[in-house]
């Protein structure tokens, strides 16, 4: 079966460290993949989209990886800071839907 | 205005009622989309939208619920003799892009509770 797979644990970080949120997915070849933040209440909010054919994508503090041999995204947050506590969910495309997962909620201290 | 408008933002009704849920896109973006999620989970695709036609409703669970966009703007999702497990956020987005090739930009959510 088709699957998307995030941390559903939280993931407790150090404020100044790099946070690591992991998307693993079975049975997709997507064309490329999204990564989203969600703070409570609110709707989620795209940060990065990557292509199959870009191993890497930078935007300020984050960084997202493609390896589509491993059927795996890694998101990164450098010098991580409490506003960066949320939600990050990954999405694929799958013909013209995207497809979620469920998301890793961070969790940044001070 | 500048975003995805979704109204109400909350809405209590008792089972067995009907529902309608509203969403205004940003002006411009011909894709619409209609999301449902659930607490602890990520958006669950239920309808897709290009202009006015819906061209994908897929994701629509049953035959109770029904979504239109008459003139390619505003859109409406309505549900029919609602139930306990219809409770969750509705989330609506847009995007300039078709077929969900481009980044998507939500609403703020319709949260549903049939009690």
């Known amino acids: 079966s088709q699957k998307i797979e995030q941390n559903s644990e939280a993931l407790n970080i150090q404020e100044g460290k790099t946070a690591t949120l992991t998307c693993n997915y079975t049975n997709y070849s997507p064309a490329y993949l999204q990564w989203y933040r969600q703070d409570p209440g609110r709707g989620p909010v795209f940060l990065l989209l990557?292509?199959?054919n870009e191993k890497e994508k930078r935007k300020e503090r984050l960084k997202v990886t493609f390896d589509t041999t491993l059927k795996q995204s890694l998101f990164h947050i450098t010098a991580s800071q409490p506003a960066d506590s949320a939600t990050y969910l990954c999405?694929?495309?799958?013909?013209?839907?995207?497809?979620w997962g469920a998301g890793t909620k961070l969790i940044i201290k001070p | 205005g500048a975003g995805v408008s979704q109204t109400p933002s909350n809405k209590v009704t008792e089972k067995g009622k009907y529902v309608e849920l509203r969403c205004d896109p940003i002006?411009?973006?011909?894709?619409l989309y209609w999301y449902r999620q659930s607490l602890g989970q990520g958006p669950e695709f239920l309808i897709y939208f290009q202009g006015t036609g819906a061209a994908d409703d897929s994701g629509l669970p049953n035959d109770r619920f029904f979504a239109v966009r008459p003139e390619g703007s505003v859109s409406t999702l309505k549900i029919q003799r609602t139930e306990r497990g219809d409770s969750a956020v509705y989330l609506c987005a847009s995007s300039l892009g078709t077929g969900g090739t481009g980044e998507l930009f939500f609403g703020e959510g319709s949260r549903l509770t049939v009690l």
């Open positions: 990557i292509r199959e």
């Open positions: 999405a694929l495309n799958s013909n013209y839907q995207l497809i």
């Open positions: 002006s411009g973006h011909t894709a």
